[in-house]
């Protein structure tokens, strides 16, 4: 086992890894930019190492500093949490290359999943499903023209290099490829230093369910179930559920079994998850994949009762998987709601000092948090200033606790998203657990008038 591990991020998720750690009897090691100083993650730790100015590439973002503050503390692993640095290749083989442990899967597998052309062609190739699109990178607009006609109207055309909904364009129509294909492919090589474009056909009203995958350095693979992550606005999630309620025990089975086909194949190690999309004719295909511990991961532990991050933690330094597929017992209904720090209406960042703070608690209520009163929210980073997990026997035990909870928070000082997620909860489709990834796009659209609905676009 590790004996000091740096955590190489920051907020709820860098205070989430302090905790495992904690409960190992690991030693651990914050890191902070000069903003950062009055962070509840720098004063858990067992040490902390200022790193940088506020910008995060200048901080959280630094190789070199991270690498060298890793050094000086004798850390002998890093944990990258999510965001960041989590998902980069690069960074993992340099940690390597220092002999400090990544906490995460091997580099290649980083790699692999970060090209979504080569993630869909090697998933492809391993038995997952896949929605009738481009095989490889497609080299022109012509092609995207043709291969858009055979397949036929809407398309979507995604960047190789995109993900999370970054660098997509929906065609619906032959006349619309070639100049969407040129734009989407200037834009995504401005964005992500890379312009590869691939096309699949475009699903109106998908759900968003995800596989959570658990894997040692032996072979030994079990998945955790699903989560629903279709209550989102602009790719960011604001809801997240397991179990999903459009799942069902032989779709689960069904999704499970191709989920640990897949990843047997490719040899995948550590924590992962397999993004799909369902369609309402109940067929799902895959379409991404994440190489990192997810915001949601909560909502798994809640219902399976194993350490997500404890988890990554102890397969990271070698240790064999301690359960199998058969002891994996779903139990319950867990919902996470995002709080984050900004207008319910507008949803424009509110950062600013917190005046007043009481986090909800109670039986069935966790808070992933990094706020407290008087702490002062950053314009520097993401909103996102706590996750409020509920769970209970059933999913109208679930809501009903939501409901109570939230009417616990209170967050004074800076607007928050609270009063948006308890109308969220209410609406209908959702207490019904019969909606899709435009759900919040339907209640903004009923709820007000043309302002507000500029706010949720999709674009
Ligand atoms: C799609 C799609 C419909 N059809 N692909 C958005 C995030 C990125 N992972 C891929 N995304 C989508 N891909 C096909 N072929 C619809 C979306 C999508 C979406 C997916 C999951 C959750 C929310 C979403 C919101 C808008 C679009």
Redesign the pocket.
Known sequence: MFKKILIANRGEIALRVIRACRELGVGTVAVHSTADSESLHVRFADESICIGPPAAKESYLNIPALLSAAEVTGADAIHPGYGFLSENAEFAEVCMACGVHFIGPRPQMIKLMGNKVRAREAMSKAGLPL?PGSKGVLTNAEEAEKLASEIGFPI?LKAAAG???RG?KIVREKGAVRQAFVTASAEAAAAFGNGDMYL????EK?R?IEMQIVADEHGHIVHLGERE??V?RR?QKLIEESPSPAMTPALREKMGKVALEAMREIAYNNVGTI?F?LDERGEFYF??MNTRIQVEHPVTEQVTGVDLVRTQILLASGEPLWFEQKDVKLSGHAIELRINAEDPVTFAPSPGLITAYNAPGGLGVRVDGMAYEQYKVLPNYDSLIAKLIVFAEDRPRAIARARRALGEYVVEGIRTNIPFHKALIAHEDFVKGEYD?RIVERLLAAQTGPHVRAAVS?G
């Open positions: 929605l979507i993900g999370g909904g997509m699949e056909r475009y699903v998908p968003h992550c279709s989102q790719h993004e999309l379409m991404e990834t999709s």
